[in-house]
């Protein structure tokens, strides 16, 4: 005589391998939640480097060398916990030659805060001026 069903021991240790990958999945899921949110804020930092080196660059010449870091002022919609924009220019060659005297080097780093932990993002672009 067979009996149709599942013995409780079965059943059991059914529920016992479902909760493990219940578990798993959900740090998983976790786990590519914080990444996807931490690569966003780092490409809002970054596209923020970006509109700032353009801008900087715009309005910068060879004379404006070796001035000290400035921080800038955030342009509106820029919503970053912490948000601080520094640039700096500088000039890489002498100035006694012609040929690369002209160039010059912008730098622009956006310190914001993410999950009260201080997270950078740096972007340099060299331009002739």
């Known amino acids: ?7 409780a021991v079965e059943v059991m240790i059914s ?3 479902a ?25 809002v930092a970054s596209n923020i480097a970006e509109a700032h080196l353009k801008k900087k660059i715009a309005t910068s010449t060879v004379a404006n060398c070796g ?4 921080e800038e002022a955030a342009f509106d919609g820029e919503k970053l916990k ?11 060659y002498p100035a006694d030659n ?14 914001y805060e993410v999950n009260d932990v201080d997270q950078t993002e ?3 672009l060299y331009a002739e001026k």
């Open 19 to 43: 909760s493990i990958l219940l578990i798993s999945g959900y740090g998983l899921y976790s786990y590519v939640f914080n990444e996807t949110s931490l690569a966003r804020n780092r490409a």
């Open 67 to 70: 001035q000290p870091e400035t």
């Open 1 to 7: 005589m067979t009996k149709n069903g599942f013995t």
């Open 98 to 111: 012609t040929e690369t005297s002209k160039l010059i080097k912008v730098t622009a780093t956006v310190l």
């Open 15 to 17: 529920l016992f391998i």
């Open 122 to 124: 740096v972007q340099v």
């Open 82 to 92: 912490g948000l601080k924009i520094k640039t700096k220019v500088e000039c890489p």
